[in-house]
């Protein structure tokens, strides 16, 4: 089975570009490091292919591209889109999105303060899903289009940085997240 981790790593104005870059770096080299997937980034930002192991697909989008189009550029039989925004996320929780696809066509990483960290679905997406990584209540949305019960799984939260203020939910206690520790200074 081909599966592919896709970390989404956007322009976003409350944040530094610095910021916004060794963010992206420590999502990517946690997802290149999971067994079983194909590390791809998918970005709106040109500079950030700079962050990515030699040989990795870099994805050019623009920052407005709706996921379901991201979707469809993934070639595999399953694939999760990770937001670039969660430097600290556990790749344990990447592998329970993945476990998740075994009794749904999608999972869900919720955010705790709104929104989704991170999204996995069977490929091709399937017609009736319009997922969006920053709708409020992303499970919500996904289950009122959904077709059917038990159509969209979810996995435990994590947390999104969004703004400087979110910085102070980063645990230092994880391992991981090296580059924007560094940035930090932490």
């Known amino acids: ?3 592919i981790a896709a970390v989404l790593a956007k322009r976003r104005p409350a944040l530094a570009d610095d910021l916004v870059a060794a963010m992206a770096e420590d999502v990517y080299e946690m997802v290149a490091g999971l067994d079983l997937v194909t590390p791809v980034l998918i970005t709106s930002v040109p500079e950030l292919e700079e962050v990515v192991w030699p040989g990795t697909e870099v994805l050019h989008i623009a920052d407005d591209t ?3 189009e991201i979707f469809a550029l993934l070639r595999g ?3 999760v889109i990770v937001g670039a925004d969660a430097p600290d996320l ?3 929780l990447i592998g329970k999105l993945f476990r998740e696809l075994g009794r749904a066509p999608l999972s869900v990483c ?3 303060d709104g929104g989704a960290v991170a999204l996995a679905a069977h490929l091709p997406l399937p017609a009736w899903a319009d997922p969006d990584l920053d709708d409020h209540d992303p499970v919500k949305a996904l289950r009122a289009q959904a077709s059917g019960p038990r159509q969209v799984a979810t996995g435990p939260g994590w947390h999104r940085v969004r703004s400087a203020a979110d910085l102070a939910r980063l645990d230092p206690g994880l391992e991981g997240w090296d580059n924007t520790r ?3 200074g932490h």
């Open 1 to 3: 089975m081909t599966r």
């Open 66 to 68: 709706p996921l379901r």
């Open 77 to 79: 039989e399953q694939a």
């Open 90 to 92: 556990p790749p344990l």
């Open 110 to 112: 919720p955010s705790q």
């Open 182 to 184: 560094m940035l930090l």
